[in-house]
């Protein structure tokens, strides 16, 4: 019924930029604060950013000044526009959305703790 939808993910060298995309798809009325998790190999999974829906963000110090975070409400999107990449930041990047409302079968439903499947980021020294 809802599903997280990510993109963007690849390989790029160090100092180099990508840019992530995530789309919340279904019969959606709101969503929630947006957000972008990463998880790197042998690495528990740590908070990247997040945005609210009147676009209020904060950071991860590890990303702060490199990474910018946005969201097209009309389009229920999150983006991670990334530079100045380092090898540090290889992981596999998570889109998450705290909550979302919507319809099935004419009825509104509310859910919690959306996770997307995840994108691979690689940045090569």
């Known amino acids: 019924q809802v599903q997280l939808v990510e993109s963007g993910g690849g390989l790029v060298q160090t100092g180099g930029s990508l840019r992530l995309s995530c789309q919340v798809s279904g019969s959606i009325l709101n969503v929630g604060i947006m957000g972008w998790y990463r998880q790197a190999p042998d690495k528990a999974r740590e908070f990247v950013a997040r945005?609210?829906?009147?676009?209020?963000?904060n950071y991860a110090d590890s990303v702060k000044g490199r990474f910018t975070i946005s969201r097209d409400n009309a389009n229920d999107t999150v983006y991670l526009q990334m530079n100045s990449l380092k090898p540090a930041d290889t992981a596999v990047y998570y889109c998450n959305v705290d909550k979302i409302k919507y319809i099935v079968g004419g009825y509104d439903f509310w859910g919690a703790d959306y996770w997307g499947k995840g994108t691979l980021v690689t940045v090569s020294s």
């Open positions: 945005i609210t829906s009147s676009g209020d963000s």
